[in-house]
């Protein structure tokens, strides 16, 4: 037979394409509950560590099964709120729904295009050891891709506890640093997000003033993964503002009126020890 | 037995030098990845080589392409499935496999002008040549930049207190390149005959 004919090189390709699109569609489809198994287990273990609950290796090293279990126990509530800060809907604890990274995407393209009322943001509230943890994530772009992350803040609604980024394609041992190097995670530790400011929180380059706690120093030869990743968490930020500014008054009310019932006995205290005195 | 020392695709035929620097931070990516080139290799060498007869001569380059390109898809999404976390590090450079000049190289060269299983041989023997750089100079960058083999810990801390530190230059590719020099230059040494004049 001849192959080199037009007509038998035409036929041949097309079959061999056909072939080998079949073959892939079957793997793909096969495949795809174990690998979304294995996301879902990763953007977990990324919260928890941001909560830093656990050793990113620590979480590796327990399997999904055990990191899902880990999720269910640990999670006080999962909220999603709107760009008002509103509780709209929660997601489902015990089949420890949450928000993978195409999801965030999602929700990015909407605060990007401005349709800010179909914003439906997820506020993740551990309460492992009795200590509140609020676990929100960001997302946006960095230099060659996507960056995202998740930040983790105590219960005073402003105060870092820890946090965690992952990134597509950044630039290993530059940009990629933002995932492995545990001291620029650590950076954020103690640090405050300062919701008054037009400047919510920022990452600098050439370090951070001394003194500044709203503020950590930039990654060296990273200048636009950094940037990029700045502007992730302050857009992010901006968003879940009104959430954090509205949890903000009832607690400190209820701190007040905590702190004034201690003078008031302290004050009740001293007039009765004059009173003793006086006698 | 030929690839894996006396005509090694890394050492011998410089090829496939790209990811070999990128990967072999560490010794578990530098495994997982040279088994994934074998497997690849073998079996993209063994599927050409039985349709050797039938693929058309002016097109037989792209059909070498898809054969390839099927191997490494199904290769990481297997990965993906199976082994999250390396799938992660390992990144770009297992979708770069179809670009790693061995494999394609092998095709041509002995694929398409022999016998399935001689051809399914000769693409794992290659394959294995290449782990097996890989896994030599993994052994060195993870041992003196982190300490560490298979992510366990070997120098033991009492090194750490008096004063030691990981080699933060052996992490770096330039560094690879110049551990695969070495056993370039060693190599050369033993054997005579690849010495140019």
Redesign the interface.
Known sequence: MN??GNF??II??TI??VL?AA??AY??LA?KP??DA??K??TISQMLTAAKYFDK?TL?AMGNDKILEEYVKDINKALIINAEGEVIDSLDKAKSEIYTESKLKAQNNLMKSGKKEDLRLPVFIFGKGGKQVIVIPCYGTGLWGPVWGYLAFADDMKTFVGAYFDHE?ET??LGAKIKDDPSFRAEFEGKTADFSSSRIFSIVKGGAPAGQANAIDAITGATMTSRGLNAAIEQWLEFYKPYFTAAKPAEKAAADSCAKAATDSLAKAAIDSTAVITE | MDPIFKGNPITVLVLGICSSL?VTVQMKGAFVMGLSVMIVTGLSSFVVSMMR???????RI??QL??V??MV??VD??L???S??IE?QL??YVGLIITNCIVMGRIEAFGLANKPIPSLLDGLANGAGYAMILIVVAFFREILGSGTLF?MRIIPQSFYDAGYMNNGLV??PPMALILIGCIIWIQRSIQKDLQEK
């Open positions: 192959t080199n038998y090189t041949y390709s061999i394409v080998v073959i892939l793997a793909s495949l174990k690998q294995n996301v287990a990763e290796a590796e394609s290993p041992g | 990128a007869n039938s693929i058309p001569n002016r097109i792209i059909v898809v054969v390109s099927l898809i199904l999404q297997l993906k499935a199976y999250y976390g992660k990144s770009v992510g992490i770096l």
